[in-house]
């Protein structure tokens, strides 16, 4: 058995300077822009939601603007293959996450807990 839920909305931004695409979000949806960690903040920019909500994280890229989702999960491998019967397929395999693409053509992670409180929340779902 694994548990699962959706971690963050990741804005892909073909950008300059995240930062500065991060205060338009900050400013455009009422959340501050947390400080980045020194060695992330010229790839990656936080705002502060709710914690009840899933996280809102820009990452600077080098392909097309766009938004995905990220799916955390105590168990990488256990997920990635129960999204695989699902029709999903690996993309591409990184030490702490996996990107799929959907049967739809949308691309997405599978990552290891990023909010706090994952390990005790009633919201995630747990998987046979």
Known sequence: MHKSRLAAFVLDSKVDDIQRAGEFWSQALGYQLLPSDPDWAE????????SSEPRLLLQKVEHPSHIHLDIETDNIQ????????????????MPRWTVMESPTGHRFCVVMPQRADFPQSSDVKLWP
């Open 78 to 93: 256990a997920e990635v293959e129960r999204l695989s019967k699902l029709g999903a397929f690996v993309v591409k395999q």
């Open 43 to 50: 790839r990656y920019a936080y705002l502060d939601n709710p």
